[in-house]
């Protein structure tokens, strides 16, 4: 089954303790994103990358990073967490159909509260 | 400053009714317009899309109706059922850099009442 899975679901921490979020997806995409989700916000691009050891910054980058060692995994770093950091997190994939056109594959999400 | 305006926030319908869902953009780069679904819980899934050189799309009960002149695009959801009830993220795509960027719109709850 074609998937994109993230963990943990659930993380609650404090100010400043270093956390990762892993992401993987089966499907050999070469893009994936990172986004976070805001009420009244929408969606909003973190980080992406178009391929092994290719990533950029996307919208809001601030206090994140990336790193995309492998094509299937693309885990989100949080070095130093901050309360403004608590949201809903996805992962996702790209199938690209050529041009503009393209699906994203979303993860399950992960809500992270940062006290 | 959003380049992707959805409205309304927040919407409820009554079975067998039609929910709409409203986008405008600015960005004339943009070229493709997908519609996500967010059931809760999950993550957003691709409902429908739409390409500016047609003015309409239907697949099922759901239409986009797409005006290019105005930059507005639309959702339609005819007899909507309580199935129907989620977050619904119009989206805006244009390709560039290599890199096909997305924005999405803030978001729509429908809530479909028996």
């Known amino acids: 089954e074609a998937q994109v899975t993230q963990n943990p679901r659930y993380l609650i921490t404090v100010t400043g303790k270093k956390l990762t979020v892993t992401c993987s997806q089966n499907?050999?995409?070469?893009?994936m994103s990172w986004y976070r989700q805001d009420p009244g916000l929408g969606l909003r691009q973190i980080y992406y990358?178009?391929?092994?050891?290719?990533?950029d910054k996307g919208d809001v980058p601030e206090g994140y990073k990336v790193s995309r060692k492998e094509k299937r995994n693309f885990p989100l770093i949080l070095e130093s967490p901050s309360p403004n950091q608590t949201s809903l997190y996805f992962c996702a994939s790209t199938r690209r159909y050529g041009g503009s056109y393209n699906e994203q594959f979303f993860g399950p999400g992960t809500r992270l509260t940062v006290l | 400053q959003q380049q992707v305006k959805q409205s309304p926030q927040s919407l409820i319908v009554q079975k067998g009714g039609i929910s709409i869902i409203n986008c405008a953009y600015e960005?004339?780069?943009?070229?493709?317009f997908p519609w996500y679904q967010q059931f809760p819980g999950k993550g957003p899934a691709l409902l429908i899309a739409i390409r500016p050189d047609v003015s309409e799309k239907k697949e099922g009960r759901f239409t986009i109706s797409f005006n290019k002149s105005a930059k507005q695009f639309s959702l339609h959801i005819m007899d909507s059922q309580p199935g129907d009830s989620a977050t619904y993220f119009c989206a805006a795509s244009y390709f560039s850099g290599g890199y096909n960027k997305l924005i999405f719109g803030a978001g729509t709850r429908l809530a479909v009442h028996p």
């Open positions: 960005n004339t780069a943009f070229d493709y």
């Open positions: 990358s178009m391929n092994v050891e290719v990533t």
């Open positions: 499907m050999n995409h070469e893009y």
